[in-house]
Nanobody, 123 residues
């Protein structure tokens, strides 16, 4: 079972990107899902999370109002729409899954992780 993150790239400040996370090997409709990011020299930080049914969503203060997390049960994917990107959003973005189905902000609760996708925002 793996999580496949995609959609990263190099953009300019103010642009948008759409990241997707798709699991392989099983359906993740009953898992809570989240995005974290890690910039060089920094610890991995929480970005956004969504519960198994989409009823609970959390965002970090740094992305609130600019990023939107959503899930498509039929396609078995989780998406992070990133608008108004800033240079400080530059990082490797990781998707993660919580088998309890919860949306949490702690990386310790997520048991499955994707390989990461690079997002670079130039000024």
């Amino acid at each position: 079972v793996q999580l496949q993150a995609s959609g990263g790239g190099l953009v300019q400040a103010g642009d948008s990107l759409r990241l997707s996370c798709a699991p392989s090997g099983r359906t993740f409709v009953d898992y809570g899902m989240a995005w974290f990011r890690q910039a060089p020299g920094n610890v991995r930080e929480f970005v956004a999370a969504i519960s198994w049914n989409g009823a609970v969503i959390y965002y970090s203060d740094s992305v609130k109002g600019r990023f939107t997390i959503s899930r498509d049960t039929a396609k078995n994917t989780v998406t992070l729409q990133m608008n108004s990107l800033k240079p400080e959003d530059t990082a490797v973005y990781y998707c993660a899954a919580d088998r309890r189905g919860l949306a949490t902000t702690s990386s310790a609760t997520y048991t499955l992780w994707g390989q990461g996708t690079q997002v670079t925002v130039s000024s």
